[in-house]
């Protein structure tokens, strides 16, 4: 077989093809590709010349270097087991993935030393902007120092003393609907499973617990209340609480400030023989996907964790200047589940 070889394709021109067919070094072209400021403009534009006849194309990152737009951003979560925060993360990316924008993941597990040490570590980085999902509520020294030096963008919290722009939710407004329903439903004798008091969300789901016990006739300060730290464990230890001592004294109904402590409370109950919803009503906050499938499907409060990552991330985008307008909203309603978890309270 004969092989035309004026019918074979040419390789793409490299760097090293430019800097030739311009006569400067390899280093000079890498300069002008990277917009370094050290090359002379009339080198620049003659190297940029060259690149546009012989159609060099340059690798994504240095292309995106090239126009101006950044190459990564840090993305500080709790954790990736709350499939919330999972959600947030994949609209982070999806926010990203036409920009040519590497996102750097980064697990606090919700201790202050790790969220310290990222926004520490992420301040020394090449990085443009930080997504920051707080576990803490703590403003620490670092993350101050990281806002003065980098775009930031909290989502689902508000830390005190630090101005930042913020995606929301409107967690007041849900915790008040899931509370109504429970009040609706008849229950009087109703425990309160609260997040860490230090968090801004679980302050304002408190504080919308408590405004819809006033609105529904009940005293508030009657109630039990007991602090949990967002995990399902501090759920299951608080199910060991209030279903302790003379069942006379139990709960009809435990609302929870999240989901993963209304699954650890739920837990409990079925350990114990304690029927959901019969003996005792339980619900959450979050809709994660497992309120869906448990048995019985969880009564919670839905947020739109993947509007909201996207949201974030164009947020940032813009203040950086890599996107023209800003996105259209960063404040978010919620929704109410209402599904098999809550019924009337049955006499004991």
């Given at each position: 077989m004969t092989v035309d070889r004026n019918s074979t394709r040419k390789s793409a021109p490299t760097i090293k093809d430019v800097a030739a067919e311009a006569n400067v070094s390899v280093g000079t072209a890498s300069a002008v590709l990277n917009d370094r400021t050290n090359v002379a403009q009339a080198t620049r534009d003659h190297v940029k010349a060259v690149m546009d006849r012989l159609g060099y194309e340059p690798k994504s990152a240095a292309r995106a270097l090239r126009r101006k737009f950044i190459s990564s951003i840090g993305l500080i979560v709790p954790d990736l087991n709350n499939s919330f925060f999972s959600q947030v993360a994949e609209g982070v990316q999806r926010g990203i993935a036409e920009h040519d924008i590497l996102m750097n993941l980064c697990l606090s597990w919700a201790q202050p030393t790790r969220e310290e040490y990222f926004a520490q570590l992420l301040r020394g980085q090449r990085m443009d902007g930080v997504i920051y999902l707080s576990g803490t509520g703590l403003p620490s020294a670092s993350l101050v120092e990281l806002t003065k030096t980098r775009s930031v963008v909290f989502v689902d919290e508000v830390l005190p003393g630090i101005e930042c722009?913020?995606?929301?939710?409107?967690?007041?407004?849900?915790?008040?609907?899931?509370?109504?329903?429970?009040?609706?439903?008849?229950?009087t004798a109703i425990a309160v499973v609260e997040g860490p008091r230090r968090l801004w969300t679980s302050d304002q789901r408190l504080s919308g617990f408590r405004e819809a016990l006033y609105s529904g006739g009940q005293d508030p300060d009657k109630m039990t209340f007991v602090t949990g730290d967002y995990s399902e464990k501090s759920g299951y230890q608080a199910a060991t609480e209030l279903f302790s001592g003379d069942k006379s004294g139990w709960p009809t109904a435990v609302v929870c400030a999240n989901d993963q402590m209304a699954l650890g409370v739920i837990t409990y109950c079925r350990?114990?023989?304690?029927?959901?919803?019969?003996?005792?009503?339980?619900?959450?906050?979050?809709?994660?996907?497992?309120?869906?499938?448990?048995?019985?499907?969880?009564?919670?409060?839905?947020?739109?964790?993947?509007?909201?990552?996207?949201s974030a991330a164009q947020l940032l985008l813009y203040l950086i200047g890599v996107q023209s307008e800003p996105p259209n909203t960063t404040n978010f309603d919620t929704t109410l589940r209402l599904r098999k978890s809550v019924s009337p309270p049955t006499s004991r």
């Open positions: 722009p913020s995606v929301l939710c409107d967690n007041r407004r849900g915790a008040r609907e899931v509370m109504r329903c429970v009040v609706d439903a008849g229950h350990e114990a023989s304690i029927s959901v919803p019969h003996s005792v009503s339980v619900t959450g906050f979050d809709d994660i996907a497992e309120t869906r499938l448990m048995h019985p499907a969880l009564t919670t409060v839905s947020q739109p964790g993947f509007e909201m990552g996207r």
